[in-house]
């Protein structure tokens, strides 16, 4: 059996990020991801005031409830949607004029759902080239609060955006929500709110959010579970492999280790303890249909080991994956395709069948650091498989390929 450990989960280092910054008192973070997108969002607090002091497995951050330190701040978000998203409702509950911008691939993907939501609130924010995306002008003055309804049918961060503001408010925020994806992102934003000592409920479609503000205190990173799906689903692949992730277990916030749930149904042998997860493989994948909506984040990583199963894989729900770092369902499919496999493919499905994939081939990465790190599964069975960009992981992992070759390496 191997075991490896995973790095911090991105999503839940975003989240704490804006909750110290936002907190009073200062925050330590233990075991933060350090990746592109994690250092992108403390340069941005940095940029925007907020002290910021990094040391190996802990960074500690200097809140500010009132808001950024800054009058005005250049914000540059790179590639990371947690930080062009939650950055500019973090700087709308100061006072100041604040500028932000990301790369060419963030500025292709939405934000209006977001931006209008702000605007009903009564932010002063304006779109410096294409209306509903990047770049941005937050002309800040503190927020009152009150009711609002949201559309988060493209991405579960809209939301959670708006539910991290809420504290910071004169007087609470009611979010009622007309539609949700990956809402599982949404629980770990509320355990993570609670955890710095806000008040937050839910009463059906409606989120109630008091203006407590938030309280510093000592937070630990677990381990990302979107970036373990790529080592289970090796485990389940690879005769006689097994693998087990410490840190992620029964009490995990991460809705993405769902996906082991989705490797047990394919006929992986699956055990969650309390503080770990193992998978091994039977020498078995089946086939199956299975709704992703709210794990959509591990669909690439299903795509990757679908031809390998005995019937087809047939994936639904996942529209909001044609929005993400790139149309990750074409991705899939065109990959998949230049490999011999048969896809199929609609608006917001695809469906995988058997077969065996044939290299040398060169994947088409599109920058997107998912499709390296699932068709690098592929590639165990797939000899010749190369990449056009291996170097996007560093978005989220930048020692993938290090950590994947020793974990192949490893008996």
Excluded at 16 to 36: K, M, N, Q
Excluded at 58 to 83: K, L, S
Excluded at 102 to 123: E, F, I, K, N, Y
Aim: net charge negative; with cysteine; aromatic share 6%.
């Amino acid at each position: 059996m191997t075991v490896i450990d995973i790095p911090g989960s991105k999503s839940v280092t975003a989240r704490a990020l804006f909750l110290a910054a936002a907190a009073e008192g200062t925050t330590t973070l233990l075991r933060p991801l350090v990746s592109d997108d994690t250092e992108g969002f403390a340069e941005g607090l940095a940029a925007l005031g907020y002290a910021v002091r990094r040391e190996p497995g802990a960074w500690h951050i200097e809140g500010r409830p009132a808001g950024p330190g800054a009058e005005t701040a250049d914000v540059y978000c790179r590639d990371g949607a947690t930080t062009a998203r939650f950055l500019p409702a973090l700087a709308a509950a100061g006072h100041g004029t604040y500028r932000f911008d990301a790369s060419a691939q963030m500025r292709r993907r939405p934000l209006g759902p977001l931006t209008t939501a702000l605007r009903a609130l009564g932010v002063d924010l304006r779109h410096g080239g294409q209306e509903g995306h990047h770049p941005l002008d937050v002309h800040a003055r503190g927020v009152k609060g009150g009711a609002l309804t949201l559309d988060a049918g493209q991405s579960s961060q809209y939301l959670t955006a708006l539910l991290l503001l809420g504290p910071l408010t004169a007087e609470g925020l009611d979010i009622t929500v007309t539609d949700l994806v990956s809402e599982p992102y949404v629980e770990i934003t509320l355990a993570m709110m609670r955890s710095f000592g806000a008040e937050v409920r839910q009463e059906g479609r409606t989120y109630r959010v008091a203006p407590t503000g938030y309280r510093a205190r000592t937070y630990g990173i677990e381990p990302d579970a979107s970036t373990a799906s790529y080592f289970f689903a090796a485990a389940a692949l690879l005769p006689g492999r097994s693998v087990t992730v410490p840190g992620l277990g029964t009490g995990a916030l991460q809705g993405d280790l769902a996906f082991v749930d989705v490797l047990r149904r394919m006929g992986a042998d699956v055990e969650t303890g309390a503080d770990a997860t193992t998978v091994r493989s039977t020498g078995t994948l089946r086939g199956l249909t299975v709704n992703m909506r709210d794990i959509s984040d591990t669909m690439p990583t299903l795509a990757a080991i679908a031809p390998f199963a005995d019937g087809p894989v047939r994936i639904e729900d996942v529209a909001n994956t044609r929005v993400k770092e790139c149309d990750r369902l074409d991705a899939c499919a065109e990959n998949l395709r230049r490999l011999g496999i048969t896809v199929r493919t609609g608006p917001d499905w695809i469906e995988i069948h058997p077969g065996t994939p044939t290299g040398p081939v060169g994947i088409a990465t599109h920058g997107d650091h998912r499709i390296v790190m699932s068709f690098a599964v592929t590639a165990l069975r797939a000899p010749g498989v190369t990449f056009d960009d291996p170097g996007c992981v560093k978005k989220t992992f930048p020692d993938f390929h290090r950590a994947f070759d020793t974990f192949v390496r490893t008996p």
